[in-house]
Every structure is written in C-alpha cells, then in structure tokens.
C-alpha cells in the first residue's frame, strides 16, 4: 500500500448533496449491504470506504460505475468462485491491497481455500480440478496483461464459459481495473487500506 496521504478527503454522510447522497445510498444500502459483511463498506463516522467515497465527486457517473458493479457482482451467470478469483487477479496485477483484502474476505465465503488464495496473491493460477475456473483465471489474467484475448483463450474461454459468461468476465475484469486505478489516484489505498485520513 501506498505511505502518500489520501489525496480525497472522506465525505460525511451530513455534508452531502442530494445527487451524492444517491450513489451513497445506492452503495451503502444496496446489495452490497444486503449480505453477510465481511469487509465494511464505511468507516465509523459513515464515510465511504475505498474506491467508493471517489465516486461522490461525479454522481452521473458514481452512480453507473456502482450499479455496473452490482451487475457485475450479483447479476452475472459466473459463480462465485470464478467471480472472486477474477477479481483477486485483477487485485494481484494491479497491485490493489484494498480489493485484495476486501475479497479476500468475501472469497473466503465462495469456498476459496488458504492455498488458492496464496497462489492469487502471488499473482498465479491457483490449482484448479474445474475447467470453467481454470478458463475464467487464464482468461483474466491475459486480458488483465494484454488487454485482449488471442484466439485460443477466446475460444477455450466460450467453450468453458459461453459468450454471455466471457462478455460478464470482461466488464468484471475492466470494471475492477478502474476501481484499481481510482484507489492509486485519489490514494486510497493509503496506510489503514480505508481511503481515509
């Protein structure tokens, strides 16, 4: 994680507009919340946590960014498992402690082990026994490095996931890059992994 201080200050639920306090209801209170919380979404004074509280600065576009989010957490045909490995790979490229420890959390309960794990954070296909599994880790790790597929990963891709899981797997692989990228900006990955002073 980052040493620099956060360059965005946490914004209190009371000092937001009514456009922000939309994309903050949205977050707080949407699925994310729904579930059983294994990391938490804001601090002790309310503050958005992580990628999140940046997304407070444009409402229009906070508010696509976590509904895409949604969409792509609890309203794709990819498992769990596939889920939060991909995400775990896109942590692991772009160096992303907060969407590490965040879903590390969270793969814990999709039945991730200690070992599988292990080898995600260090940036390595986990042994895997599921073809589908396999394919999705292959699959984001080379669209997470190239930013493209070559014509055996697309096909080996389809074949274990189908156009729809592989479309699903791209906006997850983008959707968690941008996240990445707005914690290195805005500096919140930054001592505590909160985004907060």
């Given at each position: 994680m980052?040493?620099?201080k956060a ?12 456009e922000?306090?939309e994309v ?5 209170g949407?699925?994310?919340a ?5 990391f938490a ?5 309310g503050?958005?946590?992580?990628p ?9 576009v906070?508010?696509?960014?976590q509904?895409l989010?949604?969409a ?13 490995m ?12 907060f969407?590490r420890?965040?879903h ?7 039945g991730?082990?200690?070992a599988?794990?292990t ?12 073809p589908?599994?396999q394919a ?6 080379a ?10 990963e ?8 189908g ?9 997850l ?19 505590d992994g909160?985004?907060?002073?």
């Open positions: 980052s040493d620099r360059r965005l200050p946490g914004l209190l639920p009371e000092d937001l507009n009514e922000q306090a903050y209801r949205a977050i707080a949407g699925p994310r729904a579930g059983p919380q294994v979404l804001t601090d002790a004074q503050r958005l946590r992580g999140f509280n940046a997304m407070l600065l444009s409402p229009p906070g508010l696509a960014l509904a989010g949604t792509v957490r609890y309203g794709s045909v990819l498992t769990g498992r596939i889920r939060e991909a995400i775990l790979t896109v942590a692991a490229h772009w160096g992303s402690e969407e420890e965040a590390e959390a969270v793969s814990r309960t999709c991730l082990t200690e599988e794990l080898a995600l954070r260090q940036g390595r296909p986990p042994a895997l026994d599921d589908a599994e999705a880790v292959r699959a984001t790790a669209l997470a490095a190239a930013g493209e597929l070559t014509d055996e697309y096909a080996g891709a389809v074949a274990a996931l156009e729809r899981g592989l479309f699903e797997l791209t906006a692989v983008g959707y968690y890059g941008t996240l990445a990228m707005q914690l290195r900006v805005f500096a919140g990955e930054h001592n909160t985004g907060m002073e």
